[in-house]
C-alpha cells in the first residue's frame, strides 16, 4: 500500500463537549496502480472496534469492490465520561486505536491484492454519536452503499447493535446492507446466489455451463455467444438465471481469474434482475482437502507459491472461504442441478438436506484432509459430486433410480457435468430426463465450447455454430404425497 498517514481530526462531539476524548483520526492507503475513474464507486462500512466486522468487510471486498472503488470504514465510538481521563490514559488509548487500524489497513489492502484489485481505502476513527456521525459523513463522502456489521463490543458501547442496524435500515438517505457474521451465515446455509430451491421461474431463461477446469478463454467465449456478457464481461442477460455445475479448478491455469469471474457475475447479475449460481463439483472438495493430484503444472505460480496457494484454499482463504459457503445441489423450476447426479439414498431426503450435511461436514471434512466429518458420504463415490451411474451406466437399470431421485425431489430433469463427453456436444439419457452438459470446456479435453439452455420445458444446446433442441422429458406432475424416510 502506499501514501498511507495519519491524518488528526476534531469529532463533531468534541467541539461542544471538552470532556471528551479528542483522538478522532483519518487514516488512508491506496493499492499500487490505484487509479480514479468515472466508474470508481465508493462504499462506506460501519465496523467494530476489535474486528472491524470481518464479515462484513470480506464481504464489501469480495462481493463489491472493483479497480477504482474506494471503501471508506467508518468506527464511531459513543463514550460515556464520568471521570476525565489523565492524558497518559488518552495517549495509550489512541496508540492502540492506531496500531488496531494499521492492522486493518494492511488486510484489506492484502485482501483486494489477491483478487488484484486497485482501492483506495479511509478509516474514519470518531469519538462521537453514532447518528449523527453517520449522517455528517454520508453527504461527505457521497458513497452509493452503506454496509453494516453485526458485531458488538465490551469495552465501548459499539455501533453494531441491533438498535444502530434498525436506525440505519430507516433513515439512511443511501441504500443499506447488513451482514451478518461468518457463524450466522453458515447456519443459514446459504445466500440468495447460491439459493436451493427456486420455483417460481416461470419462462425465465436458464443457462447452464459444465466443468471449466481452468480455461478462461473457452469460458469467456461461451458465455459471449449465450449472450450472458458483452466483450467488457458485464452482465448483459436480464433476468437469466446462469448455473455453473462445479469443477472450476485443476486442469488448467486460470483458477483465481475464472473464481473471480463468477464472483463479480454473481454480484452483478441480480442488478439486472439475473441469478448466478455456482456449484461444488468433487474437484473443489479434493482442493480444500488438500488433494491436488489435478493441479495444472504452473498453477500455483499464479497465486504466487504452493503456500500462498494452501492458503488460498484454507477455510479462511480468499477461495476457500467463498467455496465452503457453495451449495452442491440447486433446483431451478422443475431442473434438479449438481455436478454428478443424486442417486434416490440422497434424493429421498431432499435439496434441503443435501445442502445442510455440506455445509455442516465440509469444514470437519477439510480439516482432516478428507478423513472424517463425511458422516453420509455426501463427497463420496456415490454422493452428488462423483456420482457417475445416470451418465455410464446402462439406461434399462439406471432410468428406474433416476425416476425415483426426480420423485423424491419435485423434478422432470437432471442437469450434470462431470463425465466428459468426448464428442464435444451435450446429451441427453432417459427420454431427456437427465442432461450431460460436461463438454470438454478445458483445451485439456478439446476447448469444446456449449451450453444448455432450458425455457419453460424445452432445452436447447447452444453452440458458437448454432443450436440444437434437445429431447425434452413429460412436464413434471405431482404424483403423490413424498414422504421422506428418517435418519
Request: aromatic content about 8%; hydrophobic content about 35%; some cysteine.
Amino acid at each position: 500500500m502506499n501514501d498511507d498517514s495519519f491524518v488528526r481530526v476534531v469529532s463533531f462531539d468534541a467541539m461542544t463537549n471538552k470532556d471528551l476524548p479528542d483522538y478522532s483520526f483519518t487514516l488512508r492507503a491506496k493499492s499500487p496502480g490505484y487509479k480514479r475513474t468515472r466508474h470508481s464507486r465508493v462504499f462506506m462500512i460501519a465496523t467494530d472496534l476489535a474486528n472491524y466486522s470481518e464479515s462484513a468487510l470480506n464481504w464489501a471486498i469480495d462481493s463489491m469492490m472493483e479497480d477504482g472503488d474506494e471503501l471508506i470504514v467508518l468506527r464511531v465510538v459513543t463514550v460515556e465520561i464520568k471521570n476525565k481521563k489523565k492524558d497518559s490514559l488518552l495517549q495509550a488509548e489512541e496508540k492502540v486505536s492506531r496500531e488496531k487500524a494499521n492492522d486493518i489497513m494492511k488486510r484489506i489492502i492484502d485482501n483486494s491484492n489477491q483478487w488484484n484489485k486497485k482501492v483506495s481505502v479511509v478509516i474514519e476513527f470518531v469519538i462521537g454519536k453514532v447518528h449523527d456521525t453517520i449522517q455528517r459523513m454520508i453527504p461527505m463522502y457521497q458513497p452509493s452503499l452503506l454496509i453494516v456489521g453485526t458485531r458488538g463490543l465490551s469495552d465501548f458501547k459499539s455501533m453494531l447493535v441491533g438498535s444502530v442496524s434498525r436506525y440505519c435500515l430507516q433513515h439512511s438517505p443511501i441504500p443499506v446492507t447488513v451482514v451478518r457474521s461468518e457463524e450466522q451465515v453458515r447456519k443459514s446455509s446459504f445466500d440468495i446466489n447460491s439459493a436451493i430451491a427456486l420455483d417460481n421461474v416461470s419462462n425465465r431463461r436458464i443457462v447452464a455451463m459444465g466443468d471449466l477446469h481452468g480455461d478462461l478463454s473457452n469460458t469467456l467465449s461461451i458465455l459471449k455467444f449465450s449472450k450472458i456478457i458483452d466483450e467488457d464481461h458485464h452482465w448483459i442477460a436480464g433476468d437469466t438465471i446462469l448455473v455453473q455445475t462445479g469443477d472450476v479448478v485443476d486442469r488448467g491455469l486460470d483458477t483465481i481469474k475464472l473464481y473471480k469471474l463468477l464472483q463479480d457475475l454473481r454480484k452483478e447479475a441480480p442488478l439486472h434482475g439475473g441469478l448466478v449460481i455456482p456449484l461444488l463439483g468433487n474437484h473443489e472438495i479434493m482442493n480444500l482437502i488438500g488433494d491436488w493430484r489435478y493441479v495444472y503444472p504452473g498453477e500455483p505460480e499464479t497465486f504466487g507459491g504452493i503456500e500462498a496457494r494452501k492458503k488460498a484454499f484454507a477455510a479462511d482463504g480468499f477461495i476457500g472461504e467463498y467455496l465452503t459457503f457453495l451449495n452442491i445441489t440447486t433446483k431451478v423450476g422443475s431442473t434438479v442441478f449438481c455436478h454428478g447426479g443424486i442417486h434416490p439414498y440422497y434424493g429421498q431426503y431432499g435439496l434441503d438436506w443435501i445442502n445442510d450435511q455440506t455445509h455442516q461436514s465440509i469444514l470437519d471434512y477439510m480439516e482432516s484432509n478428507g478423513q472424517e466429518g463425511d458422516k453420509y458420504g455426501i463427497f463420496g463415490d456415490d454422493g452428488p459430486t462423483w456420482y457417475r451411474g445416470y451418465a455410464i451406466e446402462h439406461e434399462d437399470s439406471v432410468c428406474d433410480l433416476l425416476d425415483k431421485a426426480l420423485e423424491f425431489m419435485g423434478a422432470n430433469r437432471m442437469v450434470v457435468g462431470h463425465t466428459v463427453q468426448h464428442d464435444g456436444r451435450i446429451h441427453t439419457r432417459c427420454g431427456g430426463k437427465v442432461v450431460l452438459i460436461d463438454v470438454g470446456i478445458s483445451t485439456v479435453y478439446g476447448g469444446n465450447k456449449g451450453a444448455l439452455e432450458i425455457r419453460g420445458n424445452k432445452a436447447t444446446a447452444l453452440y458458437k455454430d448454432g443450436t440444437e433442441t434437445l429431447p425434452s422429458p413429460p412436464p413434471y406432475n405431482p404424483k403423490k404425497a413424498i414422504v421422506h424416510d428418517e435418519l
